[in-house]
């Protein structure tokens, strides 16, 4: 390539470069202006995610997006309203936030007994049993919470060499 044609391209990437970083700064823009959601209003919607459902529903019916928050408890504990739901076997909450658009884990679907979708994420990924779930609570406590729509889990967990139904988080 001769220093003509280096040039050229130089100053045609260079320009598009500039363009493109002004059209991804246009576009970031939007979000930006949106401030986080106040940490005492995400506290609060995921400590009611535990056992306040009219508190869960008329929390989200003011604000929506409350759905996709998480509490950082410290040192890593985060913790979503439907977690908190899960881990106390709080199923009426978790399927309406489930209903209402929550990501959910594998922890609230082991609660919930859905052993259809549980099974096979935990035969591809063994290492998955013990995996911490909030505050550490394990699959095992997840199945055991959840009662007898969950039996069958707890029974596979077990029969897995789980025993465990929590672990402390480091």
């Known amino acids: ?48 995610g535990h056992a306040n459902f ?12 409350l759905i996709y928050s998480q509490f950082d408890w410290g040192n890593g504990d985060f913790e979503a309203a439907i977690e908190g739901a899960g881990h106390l076997g709080n199923k009426d909450i978790a399927n309406y936030l489930l209903e209402a658009g929550s990501r959910t884990t594998i922890f609230v679907m082991t609660m919930l007994g859905k052993t259809d979708l549980v099974k096979p994420i935990l035969e591809k990924y063994p290492r998955f049993m013990t995996t911490k779930g909030p505050h550490g609570f394990t699959l095992l406590h997840h199945a055991k919470v959840g009662g007898k729509d969950s039996e069958e889990l707890y029974t596979y967990l077990q029969e897995k060499g789980i025993k465990d139904d929590w672990v402390k988080l480091k």
């Open 1 to 48: 390539m001769n220093r003509k044609v280096f040039i050229r391209t130089a100053g045609v990437g260079a320009a598009l470069n500039l363009a493109g970083g002004n059209l991804m700064a246009q576009k970031s823009t939007a979000k930006d202006d949106v401030p986080p959601l106040p940490i005492s209003l995400v506290k609060e919607f995921v400590i009611a």
């Open 54 to 65: 009219d508190k869960v529903k008329s929390m989200l019916l003011e604000t929506p997006n």
